[in-house]
């Protein structure tokens, strides 16, 4: 059983930051790319950052410049600082990864996994 948790929401005023984690646990080899995804109120979720293994990001445009993405392999452990935090930013944030896991004999197979969800409220 794999489980991602995220941590770290909450309510922040417009200007603030945050930082958000998400820490996998359970059976698994390795995790290839993470991301951290958003469902903002009544809209369909939207890719935020991701990060590949080695360590290479990639933002929405709508995010660039104010949010950074990194990750800690050993712990594996993704994160997303969140600064100059907008009210369009509100949403659920919702952290991704490709788990590898043993196939057979020499095989490996990924699979995404998601976790709960955390919520984040820009608001004044």
């Known amino acids: 059983q794999v489980q991602l948790v995220e941590s770290g929401g909450g309510l922040v005023q417009p200007g603030g930051s945050l930082r958000l984690s998400c820490a996998a646990s359970?059976?698994?080899?390795?995790?290839?790319?993470m991301g951290w995804y958003r469902q903002p109120p009544g809209k369909q979720r939207e890719l935020v950052a991701t990060?590949?293994?080695?360590?290479?990001?990639f933002y929405s445009d709508s995010v660039l410049g104010r949010f950074t993405i990194s990750r800690d392999n050993a712990r594996n452990t993704v994160y997303l600082q969140m600064n100059s935090l907008k009210p369009e930013d509100t949403a659920v944030y919702y952290c991704?990864?490709?788990?590898?896991?043993?196939?057979?004999?020499?095989?490996?197979?990924?699979?995404?996994?998601w976790g709960q969800g955390t919520q984040v409220t820009v608001s004044s």
């Open positions: 359970g059976s698994f080899l390795s995790i290839n790319t």
């Open positions: 991704n990864g490709g788990m590898v896991f043993h196939g057979k004999g020499w095989d490996r197979y990924e699979r995404e996994r």
């Open positions: 990060i590949t293994r080695g360590g290479n990001p």
